[in-house]
């Protein structure tokens, strides 16, 4: 019976690992996020912790993954964090530990800045004699506590604090100030969202991602003060034919020797092509011109994105 059922166990194994090897990738390049196990939302990449931790642990570990305890500031992104847990009660990334009824987002940003926020009613109430300093998320309405940070909770991090997008054949720039260095978190040039770059066929087809994304992004951009990268097949490669597709960006600015993602002062630009044709250089059907770094990068580009292009 052994050795019967030797070769067919053995089988089963490899068919399990290819199943397994292929959900994961699949997994891994759907999400486009630069850490596995992270889900992308609107070009943030999350994910949820079940391990309790104290607020201060929780920070930690996500620093560890280069990101930072997760910041819902919008309604959207409070419901998907909160989703992911499964309801549970999770950390998020907002405490008034240093200025007691200050709220202040783990970026630096106050409540009154983000303009968005979600306690449960009653909430924050500072309770008891040590006080209560750092926000959950916690009912069925996705509403926020404020509860003493050093109890232990699960918590959801998240990769990336800023987004940039620009429509396909548009030029996305992303610059950090004041000495950041831009960290890619997530790219994908495709589609996702039948909310971006309307302007074009099919913008309802938002189940088109394109795996290279992230590698092409990311070793464009990391560890760069100021990066431009063309949004087009021509970079990318056509993921979905026929459709209008944008490029997605997620990262953050890092500051040199700091291991935390932490978020400076950062622009993000989106030019057209026009403005990045250059008059000195001479572009063939069957030659493309590659682009000097400092006009956006070395990516060379067809003729249909510079018609007045001198000796065409
Ligand atoms: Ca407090
Ligand atoms: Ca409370």
């Known amino acids: 019976m052994f050795v019967r059922d030797g070769p067919r166990n053995a089988l089963s194994q490899w068919t399990c690992m290819l199943v397994l090897l292929f959900v994961f990738g699949a997994y891994y390049g759907v999400t486009g996020c630069s850490e596995a196990d992270y889900v992308s939302f609107n070009g943030i990449c999350y994910k949820d912790f079940a391990e309790e931790k104290t607020y201060e642990e929780a920070r930690q570990t996500c620093a560890r993954d280069g990101g930072l305890l997760a910041m819902p500031k919008d309604d959207a992104i409070n419901t998907f964090i909160h989703d992911l847990s499964g309801g549970a009660i999770r950390w998020i990334g907002l405490n008034d530990i240093n200025n007691e009824g200050q709220f202040v987002f783990e970026d630096g940003q106050t409540l009154e800045e983000a303009s968005y926020s979600n306690w449960k009613r009653g909430e924050p109430n500072d309770l008891g004699r040590r006080g209560e300093d750092c926000a959950q998320i916690y009912t069925s309405e996705h509403a926020w506590n404020d509860a003493p940070c050093d109890r232990t909770w699960g918590f959801i991090c998240q990769l990336g604090t800023e987004v940039g997008r620009a429509c396909e054949r548009e030029w996305l720039t ?126 060379s580009y067809s003729v249909e994105r510079c018609p007045s292009f001198p000796g065409k």
């Open 174 to 299: 992303i610059t950090c100030a004041e000495g950041g260095t831009i960290l890619v978190s997530h790219a994908n040039y495709g589609r996702t969202s039948s909310t971006y770059c309307t302007e074009g066929p099919r913008v309802t087809d938002t189940d088109c991602t394109s795996e290279t994304s992230q590698d092409i992004v990311s070793e464009t951009c990391n560890g760069e003060t100021h990066c431009s990268i063309l949004a087009s097949n021509s970079v990318f490669g056509d993921p979905c034919v026929g459709t209008h597709k944008y490029l997605e960006v997620g990262y953050s600015c890092v500051q040199p020797g700091n291991t935390t993602a932490t978020t400076v002062q950062m622009t993000v630009t989106t030019m057209d092509t026009q403005g990045y044709c250059p008059e000195a250089v001479v572009e063939t059907e069957t030659e493309p011109v590659v682009f000097p770094r400092t006009e956006g990068g070395d990516f």
